[in-house]
């Protein structure tokens, strides 16, 4: 952990995040996020992702099962739609 509470690796993905706020790299902070069990907080930061790259197919797939996770099952299946309209073999 940081002096500020917060794992490593989630402070060094967020600053570069911070860094370079259009990278792809919100992927692995929002997996990082899962980790610790931050369901809120890796929604936000996979919705704010998708934002900037909405063909993500990898982000789509992981905040949809996040939304399942959180019981959001018309979010979950809204984005599973993107990726199976996307990736018909996903």
Request: charged content about 30%.
């Amino acid at each position: 952990m940081t002096e500020s509470g917060v794992p490593p690796e989630i402070h060094r993905l967020s600053q570069k995040m911070t860094d370079e706020p259009a990278s792809k790299v919100f992927v692995q902070l929002a997996d990082e996020y899962l980790k610790y069990g931050l369901l809120k907080e890796a929604l936000w930061i996979l919705s704010e992702g998708i934002r900037n790259h909405p063909n993500y197919i990898a982000a789509r797939m992981m905040r949809g099962k996040v939304y399942l996770q959180t019981r959001q099952t018309k979010e979950a299946k809204d984005d599973f739609e993107v990726v199976i309209r996307e990736h018909p073999e996903n």
